[in-house]
């Protein structure tokens, strides 16, 4: 009480005629004041919360104009949080949310943000400096949070610190526009005035949250017209002067709903850290070698293009890819080989890793001996006839078949250092998983679906079966624990892909398990024991299980 009554009478005479002055002790207004004292910590959290999306809304814009869209507060919390959340927890989150896991990050930030800031408009009622600093300190939160980002420097805290400014002025205008308030309504039982918020607050908030909104919104107008899709669409990609075998008619098994042998790039996975999607422009690209090397290479986007280009059929998999899980594609891919660049460069002995980096600071340690024993290691600029897709690494990216992506398929590719394993480490690899990490060879089951009810009779048991670079020489089905079945093999177009398969079943009534297991060229059959995906990659036999009616 004591608070608001000063606050109300430090007031300038003229603003607010029905202030409390010294009525408010009368034990009338003590036993009014119970539900104004309510509204007002509402009206406090909603001045906490308005006065952090004032800051968001400024940083957005400060971000948007510094053509860094990923430093503004909350993509820079999100991708920190990426960057820090313990293996785990990764694996969970990726399990339970799938693709939608980024989605979900950003939604508890937002959400936790929000409660942060609530809370600071509470604190502000009493301690006014304390509960500015709060809204402000979620700022510099989020600054620290872009700076310890790769490859960032002092400059992306900015938009986060012109957050915190902005957040913190707003919340001062807000409090004062709310103080006359504290004084609550006419002290007189018999005013009919409403008890509700005054004008002057709700103006003062609705113009908050038009700055908000509108600097917010111009921020994210900024950001999108930097989108490359027109870059892209402008890019003429040659044809290969070197193409690989196509894929044969029959690497198609066709038994309604398999997948195509081909993954649209629509359809195609995806993962990676980033939040926002790198916009790389290819005017401005660049791609540098250099480390351990006699001749360090820059080159153009132009420049590549202009280069004799191949196209391969290879499959991609990502070593997160849980057994019978979804991360695992095919394209074909234009790129130039990258032993051709390395050996320009002129690699020097005793270098043993082939360090790339993206445009958000990703990196990949690939071992160098893959790199230059022959197989189509490309950097790549085409996926399936067109441009890659900005999702899949605009305007250019690396692909190694037989390597799972994290060690090998740099997406927005602009850096490429020759160097040691001992001397520099990469980001996964700092985080625990394996340094050198070749594809398992691995079947998987598409048909039947899990827990799908059958008819007795013939039944087409049919999937995919990977072991990129070695190439899959059998996969055999069970039932129900019994003998091993060997499943027809469809045609493929190298030993770097996927290879489909199917096998025929006489399916019985009653509740069936059905087995797979693949054996790669080298003789080896994929490994039985069920292993989770860290640090090298799962292994075990995909099963489903289905009812025959
Ligand atoms: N820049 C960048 N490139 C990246 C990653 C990443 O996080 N950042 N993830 C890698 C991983 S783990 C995989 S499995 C592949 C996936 O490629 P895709 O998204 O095109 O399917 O990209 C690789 N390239
Ligand atoms: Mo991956």
Request: with cysteine.
């Amino acid at each position: 009480m004591a608070s608001q009554k000063s606050r109300a009478e430090t007031k300038p005479a003229g603003v607010r005629l029905r202030m409390g002055g010294v009525n408010d002790t009368t034990p009338s207004r003590r036993r009014r004041s119970l539900p104004v004292r309510i509204a007002d910590r509402w009206w406090a959290a909603l001045a906490g919360v308005l006065a952090a999306a004032v800051g968001l809304g400024a940083a957005e814009l400060a971000a948007a104009l510094a053509g860094q869209a990923a430093t503004a507060p909350i993509l820079a919390l999100g991708s920190a949080g990426i960057d820090v959340t313990p293996q785990g927890l990764k694996a969970w989150a990726i399990r339970t949310f799938g693709d939608n896991d980024k989605a979900v990050l950003l939604a508890s930030l937002g959400a936790g943000a929000t409660v942060v800031a609530a809370l600071a408009g509470l604190l502000a009622r009493r301690h006014r400096t304390a509960g500015v600093c709060a809204v402000a300190g979620l700022g510099v939160v989020a600054a620290a949070a872009a700076v310890g980002r790769p490859q960032t420097d002092g400059w992306a805290a900015v938009p986060s610190l012109v957050g915190a400014l902005a957040g913190a002025a707003a919340l001062i205008l807000l409090l004062r526009a709310m103080s006359p308030r504290g004084a609550g309504p006419s002290p007189d039982a018999n005013d009919a005035a409403p008890a509700g918020p005054d004008r002057r607050v709700l103006l003062a908030g609705a113009g908050t949250l038009a700055v908000a909104a509108s600097t917010g919104g111009l921020g994210r107008v900024i950001t999108a017209r930097r989108n490359v899709s027109a870059a892209r669409r402008g890019v003429r990609l040659p044809p290969p002067t070197g193409p690989g075998p196509a894929v044969p008619a029959g690497a198609q098994v066709r038994v309604p709903g398999m997948p195509p042998f081909t993954t649209p790039n629509g359809a195609f996975y995806r993962v990676d850290t980033a939040l926002v999607l790198p916009q790389v422009d290819p005017a401005d690209w660049t791609l540098r070698i250099g480390g351990m090397v006699d001749r360090p290479v820059e080159l153009t986007f132009e420049e590549l293009l202009r280069r004799p280009l191949i196209d391969r059929e290879v499959t991609l998999t990502c070593v997160s890819n849980e057994v019978g899980g979804p991360y695992v594609g095919h394209a074909r891919w234009l790129g130039v080989p990258l032993a051709v660049l390395l050996r320009e460069a002129g690699v020097r002995a005793g270098a043993d890793q082939l360090l790339s980096r993206s445009a958000d600071g990703w990196t990949c340690g690939t071992p160098l001996s893959v790199v230059l024993d022959g197989r189509d290691a490309l950097l790549a600029v085409g996926m399936n006839g067109v441009p890659l897709p900005i999702a899949h690494g605009f305007p250019a990216r690396l692909v190694v078949p037989g390597l799972y992506g994290y060690v090998s398929a740099t997406k927005w590719v602009v850096d490429l250092q020759v160097t040691r394993y001992a001397d520099q480490a990469a980001y996964w690899t700092r985080r625990g998983w394996a340094t050198d990490a070749p594809v398992k060879t691995m079947a998987r089951i598409d048909l039947p679906r899990p827990l799908q009810r059958l008819r007795a009779g013939r039944v087409a048991v049919a999937g995919v079966a990977w072991a990129q670079h070695r190439g899959v020489d059998a996969v055999e089905v069970r039932v129900d624990g019994g003998p091993w079945h060997p499943a027809r093999l469809a045609t493929v177009p190298g030993i770097d892909t996927w290879r489909q398969w199917v096998w025929e079943w006489n399916a019985t009534p009653g509740t069936h398990r059905l087995e797979a297991r693949a054996t790669d060229a080298t003789g080896r059959t994929q490994i039985s024991e069920r292993v989770p995906p860290f640090p090298s990659g799962a292994t075990g036999r995909p099963s489903v299980v289905v009812t025959v009616t």
